[in-house]
């Protein structure tokens, strides 16, 4: 059983940043892909950044292209995403997850930025809350 614990959220103002870890319980080098997630109240999980992380390719949603990274190192088993000028509209809870056959990392990557039931990836962290005050 594989277990993620993300950690470094915490509330902030307006264009400020946070960055949040997810560290894995296993080797990251043996996942098809990792990624991060997140949930406001009231609405659906929304998958804003992937990667896979063999090759290291990532992909975003449009709502953070530019403001978010994603990024792995193998070394520490542990994924972290940077969130720069970060908007009110980003709190939520944020949660990491891994996928180990690949047949989830190419669905999560055609509904990144879709709120919604459509993330199958086969293990999920407990999630950690950002908040951004305006």
């Known amino acids: 059983q594989v277990q993620l614990e993300e950690s470094g959220g915490g509330s902030v103002q307006a264009g400020g940043s946070l960055s949040l870890s997810c560290e894995s319980s296993t080797y990251t080098s043996n996942t098809y892909c990792m990624g991060w997630f997140r949930q406001a109240p009231g609405k659906g999980r929304e998958g804003i950044a992937l990667?896979?992380?063999?090759?290291?390719?990532?992909y975003y949603a449009d709502s953070v292209k530019g403001r978010f990274a994603v990024a792995q190192d193998n070394d520490k088993n542990t994924l972290y995403l940077q969130m720069d000028n970060l908007e009110p509209e980003d709190t939520a809870m944020y949660y990491c997850a891994a996928e180990y056959s690949g047949r989830g990392c190419m669905s999560s990557i055609q509904k990144l930025g879709a709120r919604g039931d459509y993330y199958n990836m086969d293990y999920w962290g407990k999630g950690t809350l950002v908040t951004i005050s305006s």
């Open positions: 990667i896979y992380t063999t090759e290291g390719i990532t």
